[in-house]
């Protein structure tokens, strides 16, 4: 009798060559080379693809415009980096605008939430869920409010509207050209991915994030969609954002022992560090302000952010200028202790306060602060790295961690620098490992701590997130 072999995969739908090589081996046989899936990649869908590429890269263009508009306005200047201007500005004037930005966010969230409630504007809940449409009116309104709290100097993240307006845009798209269920959750993921690769100029990265982080898989049939999306959201993009590095200059650093000995050692402690900041974002967010503390709420936090903000003035808005000099290694070990331990604090502040945001950067941030900071220490040790070598890794480290995809946040980290390669053996040390402690001892993400509990369900609950267990009806019930 011959040697049995496993039954091949069919692929669907079939190549336009239907006879296989002389092998007679089947193109099947490599695991992404079988068939799309539920959703179907049909010249509509793919039609569908560009057009969300182009709508995320549109109104990732507006949402910037706003923020920067915001930000000159606010800060009074037309040039240079938010952190100057507002190194700047007086106390006073800093003080005046954040709650000025409080007012703002609490009157227009209030109003927003009130006239349509229950409306969908969560793209990961959306995504991760059934599938449901993103409301276009809600998710607009919410990206506009948060981009100009944001330029007023929020501690939230910026790529949140982006992202959000990218599945928006093909939330509306998907139900135009009447899409499956299935098609419409691609479609939004690509959309998501790709409002985040325009504002950052980061398409791979987009893709990746898309793939890892909203869909689970890397697969052809996501890869595919996913990169298309989100390069032809960058491109887009460059009307009106450049088309270059989001962090410019940072020096080619270079490989050494002492790097990748802290990566190893290092890349454990960001894993634990990133699980206490997870849990922190997600007890903030469960507790956040409803209802009419909504309205007062955001002034008396950004009116605390604007306090601290007297000595600190680098906590204003998401974090990018901070971790550009601790990738610069510009900043001594007392500010990059001091910064490591508010801004998590202050950005959990303005999240529990009711504002809409996203914390990419705000966590990218505290990574390259806590890189910086850990590497000064360790170099009066063993010498022979730079700080924003270290800054560097860390924040890929925690990058990974926190969204609990570790090639995402590699890759992203590289994209935003347009370097690092020299040192990615440590990066990938650190990331690895950060990333594998974190799923460890918790596993939740930035992402999935910040969901909104289902009604009725009891809080609390397995520390996996595995849902209560349903009694099955008793005709449905099986026997032993």
């Not at 006073?92 to 504007?121: D, H």
């Not at 936090?301 to 550009?324: C, H, S, T």
Request: aromatic share 8%.
């Amino acid at each position: 009798m011959g040697r049995q072999y496993p039954a091949e995969r069919v692929r669907v739908p079939p190549p336009l060559i239907s006879r296989r090589l002389p092998s007679g081996r089947g193109a099947t046989e490599q695991p992404n080379a079988t068939g799309d899936g539920d959703a179907a990649l049909t010249p509509v869908f793919w039609l569908m693809v560009v057009a969300t590429g182009v709508a995320a890269g549109l109104f990732g263009d507006l949402m910037m415009l706003i923020l920067f508009s915001v930000q000159h306005l606010a800060f009074g200047y037309h040039t240079g980096s938010l952190e100057a201007a507002a190194e700047r500005a007086s106390d006073f004037r800093r003080l005046v605008v954040l709650l000025s930005a409080g007012v703002f966010g609490g009157i227009a969230w209030f109003l927003l939430r009130r006239y349509t409630a229950g409306e969908k504007s969560e793209l990961d809940d959306v995504v991760w869920g059934e599938g449901q449409r993103l409301s276009f009116r809600r998710s607009l309104g919410t990206s506009v409010i948060s981009e100009v709290v944001i330029g007023m100097g929020a501690s939230i993240g910026r790529e949140n509207a982006p992202k959000l307006m990218g599945g928006a845009s093909a939330s509306v798209l998907a139900g135009l050209a009447r899409l499956t269920p299935a098609q419409r959750r691609l479609l939004m993921a690509c959309g998501g991915g790709a409002g985040l690769a325009a504002v950052y100029n980061v398409p791979l990265g987009g893709a990746l994030f898309t793939a890892e982080v909203m869909l689970g898989t890397i697969s052809v049939p996501v890869v595919l969609p996913a990169l298309a999306c989100s390069w032809i959201a960058t491109a887009t993009a460059w009307l009106y954002l450049p088309d270059r590095a989001t962090y410019m200059d940072i020096p080619g650093y270079r490989f050494t022992m002492p790097l990748l000995v802290w990566a190893l050692l290092a890349g454990p402690a960001i894993g634990v560090v990133s699980c206490g900041y997870i849990r922190l974002i997600g007890w903030v967010s469960h507790h956040q302000a409803r209802g009419r503390a909504a309205l007062f709420a955001p002034a008396v936090a950004f009116g605390i952010l604007g306090l601290v903000a007297f000595a600190y003035p680098q906590l204003l808005g998401n974090g990018k200028d901070m971790a550009r000099d601790a990738f610069l290694g510009a900043d001594g070990l007392t500010l990059l202790l001091a910064l490591l331990a508010l801004k998590p604090l202050v950005t959990a502040l303005c999240l529990g306060s009711g504002a809409s945001g996203g914390l990419f950067t705000p966590t990218l941030s505290t990574g390259a602060v806590l890189g910086g900071a850990a590497g000064i220490a360790w170099s009066l040790a063993w010498p022979g790295s730079p700080a924003g070598a270290y800054a560097l890794v860390g924040a890929a480290a925690m990058l990974g961690a926190a969204m609990q995809a570790p090639l995402a946040g590699l890759v992203l980290i590289l994209e935003l620098a347009h370097g690092g390669f020299a040192i990615a053996i440590p990066m990938i040390a650190a990331t690895v490992t950060a990333t594998a402690v974190a799923r460890y001892i918790d596993g939740y993400s930035i992402y999935t701590a910040r969901l909104r509990a289902r009604p009725g369900q009891p809080a609390g609950g397995a520390a996996g997130g595995s849902p209560p267990a349903v009694t099955a009806p008793a005709h449905k019930r099986q026997t032993a």
